[in-house]
């Protein structure tokens, strides 16, 4: 039969919880016997609780009990000596017992402090890692601490004492008690080059693909969609014509042909690419007397990184001559099939 107590701990903090275990084991052929348990204090005093995972806690009266292992809530109530005694009795009428010592303080020092990691650790640009460290004794009564980095343009300590990798290089980390000054720990932090995943592409759609008026909202859309940097520059070749804003907000200004790019921040040699020319097209009708018309196209037969987009009259036409032609639609006039004005 086994029957035992536990705690990682062996002086407590007047009033505070502290997690205990207790263990019943059987040998096999004692099923026909029954059994029950209690607690008492052979000195002090305090309270003993189920823990929220196991229903099951003894009190100061027998009572049924099934082999298992039980976790235990015990709150100390009293400075000194305390011991708690369990005890087992069968359907024989023997008893065990087993007991726990701890020392109930008011205060528990902190002794001494140790980082869980190396001596160094590697970061990468851009991390963000609370330091993980470890008290002794655990149940140390202050566990407040300050975390200082040796280079803050390398490793800077925020106001949660997170460790942030901002430069390349190395720091040393050091943690150390509120309460004990004397206790500390130090890390050295190597700070590398993040794995960067490049923007391979972009595409370009328009927000409200039935948007009447001169201005339309595109939407630029980095691939990988896992890109290190989604970060896109909008330009026009001609802001007398049509211009865009930092958030792509694309406006019609007067006839003719400007072309719109999206170029990626970090990888500028990714530009908008265009891989339907038919369903690239973006419409935009404008306003009574003017049509926009938005098209991505190839800029030299071969390269589709840019959109061009096309401004024409529609109550002139294409044609220098008044009235000659009206545009019918985004694919040009709807009498000769020539294109709009301007283009």
Known sequence: MVWEASSELSELELAKPVDLSLLFGTMDGAEDIGYEALYGFGTGSGSLEASEENGYAPTGEYGPIDPGTYPLVFTPSEVGPQQLVFTLRDSNGQEIEAGLDFNVVEFIDVISITLVSQDTIKMKLGDEIPPAFTFDPPNATDQGVTVVSSDPDIVFIDENNVCIAVGLGTAEVTVTSVSNPEASDTVTVVVIEADRIPVTGITVSQEDPEAT???????????????????????????????????????????????????????????????????????????????????????????????????????????????AHNLGGIGGCDRCSRSPAGT
């Open 213 to 323: 008026g001169t201005e339309r909202q595109l939407l630029a859309t980095v691939l990988p969609e896992e890109a290190t940097d989604p970060g896109v520059t909008w330009s026009s070749s001609d802001d007398t014509i049509a211009s865009i804003d930092d958030n792509g907000l694309l406006t019609g200004l007067s006839a003719g042909t400007a072309t719109i790019t999206a170029t990626s921040v970090s990888d500028p040699e990714n530009q908008w690419q265009c891989t339907d020319r038919d369903h690239g097209r973006i419409a935009v009708v404008g306003e009574r007397y003017r049509g926009l018309r938005i098209e991505r196209s190839d800029r030299d037969g071969n390269d589709k990184s840019a959109g061009t987009y096309r401004f024409g009259d529609r109550s002139r036409g294409h044609s220098p001559e008044r009235g």
